[in-house]
Nanobody, 121 residues
Framework: QVQLVESGGGLVQPGGSLRLSCAAS????????MGWYRQAPGKQRELVAT???????NYVDSVKGRFAISRDNAKNTVYLQMNSLKPEDTAVYYC???????????????WGQGTQVTVSS
């Protein structure tokens, strides 16, 4: 069994910061790419940022220069530092990880339960 548990969401004023964390637990051989998606009310889920096992990162244009994704491979954890938050960043944020389990040669994608981020004055 594999679980991804997120934390760090909440209510913040415009211009503020939040740091999301997502820890993977269970029987894991290897974790490949990790990332964050978000879904705002009435909108499709969109990719926010990704990070490879080697640390290469990619961001959606709307968060470049404001968000930073990082990971701690020893802790099986991915982070999303969000600065200069805007009301349009309001959404449920989900982490995702490509995980290889014992006995498998391929990775499967696992998702966190989601954490609410609300940016409002």
């Amino acid at each position: 069994q594999v679980q991804l548990v997120e934390s760090g969401g909440g209510l913040v004023q415009p211009g503020g910061s939040l740091r999301l964390s997502c820890a993977a637990s269970g029987t894991i051989v290897r974790i490949g790419d990790m990332g964050w998606y978000r879904q705002a009310p009435g909108k499709q889920r969109e990719l926010v940022a990704t990070i490879t096992s080697g640390g290469a990162t990619n961001y959606v244009d709307s968060v470049k220069g404001r968000f930073a994704i990082s990971r701690d491979n020893a802790k099986n954890t991915v982070y999303l530092q969000m600065n200069s938050l805007k009301p349009e960043d309001t959404a449920v944020y989900y982490c995702v990880a490509a995980i290889v389990r014992p006995g498998n040669s391929y990775a499967s994608h696992y998702w966190g339960q989601g954490t609410q981020v609300t940016v409002s004055s």
